[in-house]
């Protein structure tokens, strides 16, 4: 299914009139005019409006905005508003509040809360979203629906223990193959009835928290099932939906977001979205990481960035405001990684509440005589110069990243080696590496086709399923080349081990055997010394945990420097068929992983053009043999570098001529429609 | 209300014996004549004596102790001793124990633990002291009555929540003026019948603990509730007392204590009193900030120092004891800020349970040849010597500090910008600076009259009630200085933002706009320059949050250095009617804070004669003409200054002349009558 | 009861086919015979194989198992599986699940938590014990019996309150005499019926955690209750066990814990056997102090070091692999402290679930060519080599040292002076400057018959019980040296205060009178000067508690230097009849402790042999008139020192020679048969 039809990149956000008098809504019309907003997310958390209790439907808050918003030109996507139920729904049912991991029953409050395993959710949730596409499914100004909201968390009820029952008996079919899959003859926990399994939270498996569990099998099982137990309630949603409409459906999601396997979402989704909400202190990077891995979700097609602040956000300990230039460079970075939309929440700040402090494009007074405002417009003029030539343009990466939520979870449930190794904090060092040296990348799932990369970066993979083993041998053998880590392809689907040599059926890719896994704690290292021929070596550490190496095949290409496996192989290279696999054993700090990536790019010639200069960030998109180049400065200074290509920055109108240098101020952007 | 009739400075406190065999009760008097102890606190955790069973009560034991006291020559401080339940009580009434913020439901055990809106509890409570206050009300020894002990905590169980209801109806009157009020359009939280509304806890609207609510409104109003609630208890109690005695009532607070908004109660207290048990590390000028709040609470009038330590707390992780000469210093510090009594908890160290560690006047063996005994001796001596000349005598203050609970509150239950401002910090600061400096002061509530203040600090005012914004203008018109900082002013009563520049109903005042407020972790800080005509330039830190201030009539007195607003103001003054308002925005540190207020300070001639010398306490008590000049040397070294004064040190007999040097020792205290 | 009869030091282990195909059975023991061992824990959690229901048994798969292991020449160390419910249990008897501190009732999960006061729990764990005992009582494999599994943990649920409250009644008869012992008139906690009584936790009367109770008497108590509680179930299945079987019974405990006084378990245990998983970063000598306190349960009798693992654990948050040669030096310092085995947890990595990265003799690759394994199998033949020549030997000391669970609860639990000291900290500070010195030393209970010792060591021995005090002053009066520390003596066997000047009791062997104890944050120290006439001064510091110390009869050996109390005695010596008693006054710094040790040790001429060379350990066992002199080298450098005895090396076979140097390598072991 396509994207929503927009004119051009559409812009704008969540808007809640719902909370003013309408007084204040001829100032937000006006106020977006100034901006060229033409877009409009309503009615995300309306159900306490629009169904004032069980028997009664008022649609006409929404009727209101949606008129107003088409009479001014506008386009909407609408919300079925079930991200929060409303108070009389929770007093009157309360099973749809959710029980939490300390097996506590809540009660009214808070929002994402509701457990998708009520029938009295999913029955009042699908008929609310129904009686909205209903009215509204043929109106000029609706172009998408957008079900739910940042959905996520974890219910541990009664009605989820059931549910993961029937789920579980869909998945094993025999209380044997589940005792074989969970090992249950460890511990004496050989089940002998399907009654006797309960949800894994503190009351049961679970010590010190949600990654200490006594069953890895069953705790990775129920995040599996509470991927797909909430999916069902989008599911719900979508179905009423199509009982009236074909527009795009989607729910904004979150991208790195350990809850719930996108990947298990992906083919229910028409178009993907999410809200970018960078952590302070977290890479520019990693919000690439985050746009490329919604990229991925639908095979490459562009996604919705759904929403980002125009200015601070409201529930970090501390809510910086956006620097001068930053809310447009991020926008920009959003579009050169795939996305087809500049979205914010919100059009004006909250009056009260917990949002209240949360940045908008209005602030409490209303002015648009504020910086954010006029940095709001700024880019509102340039997107509608830049129009619709970019829209469903494609990313052409010849670098894969596999990115996999069944090895996040499996990886970081563990006892054993390190609790300090962290899959997200690894995968975003793996990706910075790559962004520094400006790969082109997809962030792809395991089961995607890999046949048309040239290099696949596999790293803390430590859960294989299916036939990727033979899939990344195939990579190599072709002439690819294929890089993994230590902690990688340790278990099955099952979590149980693999009962062969470390790493596993990566044994023969990699040429190693790994006989112990060192680890220690997070402030205690070991030297690496790199090293290819011809070259300086570079010294570095390892940290967390250490494969003390057996190289079969392997040459190596760093060495551990200390304690009793000093000497032994740190990163090796296998030749594999046409290509080669390397093996990075243990977690090496920035520099290390820069190092290890670069080799690996540069083996197949896939270093981006500005590599040397940190934090210019590079890539493409292209789209019916037009090709646009996005040079992004994340830099405090001016940048001046030569240009790899010849044609025209849509932003500034100035030409670019190939072998010259062209000017990037500091967070500035350039993006060059390759003549 | 007049305080309590005592013949001079009461001396004593808390008084057990009900623990010991009465041989240990001789001991104890034979000590008390020593350290002329002349008032005892009897019966504070008494009730399981008193009424063994719900039909049974039995005063013998009180009897025994009271009419030994009056034989004695002591005074008595009668307790009611409900303060802690009786086992018999929880086991037959359950519904007196808390349900917590976690929701569960407590079972029998510690103290201060009853739920106030349990009917068991208040008709339990309300009996027993009718009958302590029936059989004691005439007796010669009693001087005053005392309810309850540290009352504080909250509790969320169902009759709560029943009576907050009741509590909201009357608040609100109808649901719509609710929803209003707590923006409940917000998240689709519209209430449509009082029943849907549950105390808000980590069970409904909180997450990560008390501070982090998703509706302010809801946990603001449980704060106010729970004052309430909880004072209707004390209210019961005092009411069964009235039918037999007109003696004072009291209970002792803990002055800067969150829970309990203590001007709430004020009206209801015959006098106030506390406990003084500072943590380690606190300054010692947050002593005096408690000492001028309680004073504050009845609008002047002496309050008594209910309880302190001789030597050591018991339930701190580290409890160092006092060092020497430290108690007196304190003692006198409390008498020099408006107490009319020093207390100690306790008479003799506890044999048994938690507080066997706890200090007290006489330790297990029952010694009166250790140091803290010969102390507590010596400042017996000390009182009795001084008489009844300052009873009753109050604090010439010309210096206001605005306290205010429900900015407390609404401060850090708010999401956005900063977690790391903490009012109580931020309030001890802006105090410490004008203790230093020596200003006599009062600190009020925001109802309090200021015509009488040339000089009111209102520091992180976040909420605005009534009419203080126009009073505060007025002080600044009639040609007084009102300093205000960054987060005041931002919400009304509701906790709604004003929908106007920041600081809202402050900007005339201030004269200046804010359209952004930047905030950073703790570590972060950004330099500000502080300069006045003539004056050295002085550099300090903002930290925390940072408004970026437009001035619209008001002179810049500081400048950010750095970031993108290097070189806009954090420090303004704004000339208005007669007098000035100045604002502060940002989170100065200590110097800064220190700089603006003596500044301040100066502008009204309202620096202390000791302003140079850091440590040097100084404050006035005056009536019927005299007046007493009290300066405490809180310094490791001597002090020689002179006096702005002439008269004689009552406590060394010396004359005190002034332009004359005095000396005061380290930890030493003069207290000059005023010739 | 004598051990478990064996040829030789039994060698093996945890050993757990029922988790595999029986083909992988015969690797098992290919591998057995290759490391020699002999000896194979068989069925610690085999409950859901041996009771598949309420109704049947199946010791079939226990049966293969030991008929397989004495068909290849092992012994059997049979457990009765009880360790870990099996699914069906709970879901039948909810009641065997445990409430845990937060009153919050468990389901099904995890090990180690059935409540023992469970009557259904007490009958099928009782049961199925007497099944495997009926069975297997005289098969020819089996030579010890194991009960449970590191038993432990707490419960509070209504039948532990039930079990309480018998068990209080048994202890105190009648109210008033349990009134008294918990100083319940304290905070109107006197009771009036038995069932008011409810379990000590977050519930009632503790705070913030575990450790903080408003009751210490009640916590105390619980602590004593649990410890009984627990011991009973062990009790039930040893006396089925005992219904068919006179071999030797134990269960595996881990020494230096908590929550079970093992003290009283130990009339109950046949021998004593423990799990030593040392903790990262503690030191070498705790382990050797888990050893002889393991010892000191049975008079001196030899245990069983029943778990270690080869290489790593895996539920820490890093899990470090043992260097090259430790397994064998900690196993050997096992034996050189009284172990009469060497036994590992366990046999082969398991596949899935919480321990399949804990470390076992064959990894997942079944491999017998990994450092492991052939570590395992050198220390195997090594053992072989040795034979049973020392078998049975017991250790000569001289030193006792005194280590008292009472003390250690009432230590942790009670409020006030510093919640930094730690009795484990202490405990293991002490021993540690025992252990460097080289003295030969044993651990016993307070009731221990000191008459044989000529220095008894009794740090932070806060309760004293019995007739301890005056054991303590007869070890002194017939000459020997009595040591023990600030905060000992502070409370009676009910936790109440001595009502008498600290040290209590302990005053006239230690000649001292202590008024005040002054308490500090960690950071904050005060240096003592430590000094003996003819020696230079040693300057170490004082942490955490500060005596006050008046000397009575005492001399000073050291003093602080420092706050109010600087030149007052930090450490006394008292000459008592014709030896002394010392106290340390503080938390001396690990360097005092050690200079304070050696000149009590010094005092009796008891410094061992290598007392110069850190981490040199050297102990002695004796047997028959044979002597066993063992030298362990934890350092990494090799070390050579003259021989204090002529004899042979049992590990090198080569000769030691009195007044000749030996060297022993980095790890090394040296174990001299002296001749």
């Known amino acids: ?136 499914a043929g109106h000029p100004a609706v172009v998408a629906w957008h079900i739910g909201n940042e959905y996520g968390g974890l219910c541990y009820c009664e009605l989820c223990a ?31 009835d399907w009654d006797q399994i309960v949800p894994p939270n503190i009351l049961s498996e679970h010590w010190r928290g949600p990654n200490h569990t006594a069953f890895q099998g069953v705790t990775l099982d129920y995040h599996r099932f509470n991927t797909d137990n909430i999916l069902r309630s989008f599911q719900d949603e979508k179905d009423a939906i199509r009982e009236f409409s074909d527009l795009p459906v989607t729910t904004n999601m979150m991208a790195i977001y350990r809850h719930l396997d996108y990947h298990r979402w992906a083919p229910h989704l028409d ?15 990693r919000m690439a990481l985050g746009h490329a891995l919604m990229r991925g979700l639908k095979d490459g097609q562009p996604f919705w960035l759904m929403e980002q602040t125009p200015t601070m956000t409201a529930t970090r300990d501390f809510n910086p405001v956006k620097r001068p230039g930053v809310m447009r460079l991020w926008s920009w970075q959003a579009i050169a990684h795939g996305s087809d939309s500049v979205l914010f929440f919100q059009m004006r700040h909250s009056r009260g509440a917990s949002e209240k402090y949360h940045g908008a494009i209005l602030n409490h007074a209303g002015r648009t005589d504020t910086r954010a405002f006029r940095e709001v417009a700024q880019l509102g003029a340039e997107l509608e110069a830049v129009g619709d030539r970019m829209l469903g343009s494609r990313t052409p990466a ?118 112990e896994t060192d680890s220690l704690p997070p402030d205690q290292t070991n030297t690496v010394v790199l090293s290819r021929v011809g070259e300086p070596e570079v010294r570095t550490r390892g940290r967390h945990v250490f494969d003390v190496v057996q190289t079969q095949r392997a040459e190596t290409v760093g060495v551990y420097t200390e304690d009793f496996y000093a000497g032994t192989p740190a990163v090796t290279r296998n030749a594999f068929g046409e290509g080669s696999g390397w093996y990075v054993a243990t977690c090496l700090d920035q520099d290390g992983v820069d190092w290890v990536v670069r080799h690996v790019l540069a083996e197949q010639n896939l270093l981006g053009p500005f590599a040397d200069v940190r934090d210019l960030e590079h890539t493409t998109r292209v789209i019916d043999g037009r090709r646009y180049e996005f040079v992004l400065n994340h830099r405090s200074d001016q940048v001046r570098v030569p240009a790899p290509w010849s044609g025209t920055d849509l932003l500034s109108g100035r030409a670019v001529v190939a072998g010259e240098e062209f000017v990037v101020e500091p967070t500035g952007v350039v993006v060059v429609e390759v003549r």
Chains 1, 2, 3 share one sequence.
Request: a negative charge.
């Open 271 to 285: 178009f993907a979205s999410w809200d970018n909400y960078p952590t302070d202190g977290s890479p520019v990077s």
């Open 398 to 515: 010849r670098v894969a990243v596999l990115f996999d939520w069944d090895s996040w979870w499996a990886l970081e449930i563990t006892d054993g080696h390190s609790r300090a190794v962290g899959y997200e904090k690894q995968m975003v060092a793996y990706h910075e590496a790559l962004w520094q040296a400006g790969a082109v990348l997809d962030v792809v799932p395991v089961g995607a086709d890999l046949s048309g990369y040239d290099v696949v970066v596999a790293p803390f993979l430590h859960l294989l399923r299916g036939d990727i083993a033979a899939r990344l041998e195939e990579v190599a053998r072709r002439g690819g080349t294929v890089l993994t880590t230590v902690m990688s392809a340790r278990v099955d689907e099952d979590d149980n081990a693999f009962l062969m040599d470390v790493p596993g059926p990566l044994g023969a890719l990699t040429g190693i055997r790994v006989d």
């Open 1 to 136: 299914m396509p994207l929503p039809s927009t004119p051009r990149i559409p812009y704008g956000g969540d808007y809640n009139p719902e909370q003013w008098e309408e007084a204040v809504w001829d100032a937000d019309f006006a106020a977006f005019d100034l901006a060229r907003i033409d877009l409009l997310t309503v009615g995300v958390f309306t159900w306490a409006l629009t169904q004032p209790d069980e028997d009664t439907y008022d649609l006409s808050v929404l009727e209101r905005i949606i008129d107003r918003a088409h009479a001014e030109g506008r386009m909407v996507c609408l919300a079925t508003g079930t991200a929060a139920v409303p108070p009389w729904l929770a007093a009157k049912y309360p099973d749809v509040c959710r029980t939490d991991f300390e097996g506590r029953r809540h009660v009214y409050g808070v929002r994402h809360n509701a457990c998708t395993s009520s029938a009295n959710f999913r029955r009042l949730s699908t008929a609310v979203a129904r009686r909205i596409a209903e009215r509204f």
């Open 162 to 192: 059931a549910e993961f029952r029937i789920w579980l008996r869909e998945r094993y079919v025999t209380l044997d193959r589940l005792n074989d899959a969970w090992n249950t003859t460890f511990w004496s926990h050989r089940y002998t």
